[in-house]
């Protein structure tokens, strides 16, 4: 079992990483968090997979469990889902010492830790992320959100789980296109943090699209212990934790534009992030050849790389932006590269943003 930290004083909590491991989450859960009773929330898809194991392994630590099933994606990150779940917690008599269980991909995630931080003001939550998205990324920081029509994510808390549990494994599962998506935020908080780490992955990625186990292992703890340093250094994203967003503002404009229907959240990513790039060797804040050099791993990697053409429909990306949550003055936060490695929040308008496109 890899373990990595997120140190955040009395509110620190481990992330648990070994393959082929879902069934000793019940034990873990009752032995670590002293709990009788949770409820497992998921997704149908991921229910067939991925539930038997974990009800298993509950049932066999004597943890009474129950389960809730939302939609797959995007869609289950709503108001209404989450007083659907809020209602049948209450039927089944869930307390403050009941644990809620996210099983599921990264907006099963994000759901579960918004419902798990506001029913009852507050019960543990345990994150079980199914897809490398949500193990990179989503499950590890505390940060819950459901969206709104106006935009992504404008809903939500901090709200920190008392464990998080990876299964590389699980990942066998998932349909390509998926596995890619998540490979965009491994690249991402290699980019903006860890310049050796980035060299790993040119050397490395093919193994670790592949799912072997070493190198697949290797990548998400990695991933994770970034993310942990981060968060425990900036957990309200007061400032540090904003580099983490590299890619994301215009990943979620292109998210919104699209309606969230076309694009994956790590293609969208991706395509902002080698904007961003190209952006930042463009007003000279990194050396040339640092945005070729994230396009080519990220292509390696079988995403999308080339951004959309704004102009189709500028309008609508200068909406998307303009809500963007971490607009302050009429400006917006975007992360740009210093360096491979090395990351800076850079403040402009959307329309500056889309004029600065190279």
């Known amino acids: 079992m890899t373990t990595v930290q997120v140190l955040l004083g009395d509110r620190s909590y481990p992330i648990r990483i070994r393959p082929n491991s879902l069934p000793d ?3 873990a859960i ?10 497992v929330l998921t997704t149908p898809r991921v229910a067939a997979a991925h539930h038997k194991p974990v009800e298993h392994g509950l049932r066999a630590a004597d943890v009474r469990t129950d389960r809730i099933q939302v939609p797959d994606g995007e869609r289950a990150k709503t108001l209404r889902t989450a007083s659907r779940v809020y209602d049948a917690l209450l ?8 644990v809620l269980v996210g099983l599921g991909g990264g907006a099963l995630g994000d759901l579960a830790g918004f419902v798990a931080s506001t029913y009852l003001r507050g019960v543990p939550l345990v994150q079980v992320p199914t897809t490398l998205l949500a193990q990179v990324d989503a499950s590890v920081g505390g940060k819950t959100a459901v969206n709104h029509p106006r935009g992504k994510n404008l809903i939500g808390t901090f709200y920190q789980s008392r464990m998080v549990w ?12 998926d596995r890619r998506s998540g490979m965009a935020e491994i690249v991402k908080v290699a980019a903006i943090w ?21 190198a697949l292992t290797e990548a998400v703890a990695r991933a994770c212990s970034i993310k942990a340093e981060i968060v425990g250094l900036d957990e309200r994203e007061a400032g540090l934790r904003a580099l983490l967003n590299f890619g994301h503002t215009l990943g979620h404009a292109i998210e919104n534009a699209a309606s969230y229907r076309r694009y994956r959240h790590g293609e969208a990513v991706t395509m902002g992030m080698v904007f961003a790039a190209r952006l930042s060797e463009k007003r000279g804040i990194c050396p040339s050849g640092s945005a ?3 396009e080519g791993l990220l292509k390696r990697a079988g995403l999308p790389a080339q951004p959309p053409d704004w102009n189709q429909d500028r309008d609508a990306y200068l909406r998307a932006i303009s809500v963007d949550k971490k607009m302050r003055a009429e400006k917006v936060g975007v992360v740009v590269l210093r360096d491979i490695g090395s990351a800076e929040v ?13």
Do not use: C, N, S
């Open 25 to 27: 989450l019940g034990e």
């Open 30 to 39: 009752a032995q670590e968090l002293g709990a009788t009773r949770a409820v």
């Open 91 to 98: 039927e089944f008599g869930a307390d403050r010492q009941t």
């Open 166 to 177: 990876i299964d590389p494994e699980v990942l066998k599962t998932l349909p390509p296109r």
């Open 194 to 214: 860890d310049a050796e780490f980035f060299a790993w992955l040119e050397e490395q990625i093919e193994e670790v699209m592949r799912l072997e186990p070493d």
């Open 292 to 294: 070729a050099r994230l």
């Open 346 to 358: 850079l403040q402009l308008t959307p329309e500056e943003i889309l004029e600065g496109a190279p």
